[in-house]
């Protein structure tokens, strides 16, 4: 004799099935935020915690683009090799080593569906600073694909163009 449950037949492998794929789907949506504007939200809204210790930017593909990716990589990988510090000795996304964050404003001008630039301010310490960040849509999401900062451009600062 076969006993058949709520949980066991077709009917119950389809639902289980969508549901799945629905829960993927959500998943990928959270991970990745749907505009330029809230993927740099996600990146600098923690940054008005008191104490709060940065982005773990040495984790580049959840940032960066890849060309940018590959180089903080390789630089990272080649400074410990050498016990030395790498090129990029500072928090990229605040422009510097220490921090306490305030007045924090996000403006996003896309560049067509797959690009956009944004500026970044905030007080940092009491003194204002500005960062033009330049961002592309990946397969991964939007990507930084370059940061001009006070003390200069991260596409520069690992001489790629």
């Known amino acids: ?6 949980f066991s037949g077709p009917a119950f492998r389809r639902r289980a099935t969508i549901a799945l794929c629905l829960g993927a789907l959500v998943e990928s949506a959270l991970a990745q935020p749907a505009s330029p504007q809230a993927f740099l939200e996600a990146i ?5 915690v008191k104490d709060y210790s940065g982005q773990p930017y040495e984790d580049a593909s959840r940032f960066f ?17 050498r016990g030395d510090v790498p090129t990029l000795n500072g928090d990229p996304f605040v422009d510097a080593q220490d921090w306490e964050i305030t007045n924090l404003a996000i403006a996003v001008v896309p560049r067509g569906t797959t690009a956009a630039t944004a500026t970044v301010t905030f007080a940092n310490l009491g003194k204002a600073t500005r960062l033009l960040i330049e961002l592309e849509q990946t397969p991964a999401g939007w990507r930084i694909a370059d940061i001009k900062a006070p003390s200069g ?4 600062l690992y001489k790629l163009r």
């Open 1 to 6: 004799m076969t006993v058949r449950t709520a």
């Open 44 to 48: 600098y809204k923690p940054y008005l």
């Open 65 to 81: 683009v890849p060309g940018l990716v590959r180089a903080m990589t390789a630089d990272i990988a080649a400074a410990r090799r």
């Open 153 to 156: 451009s991260l596409r520069a």
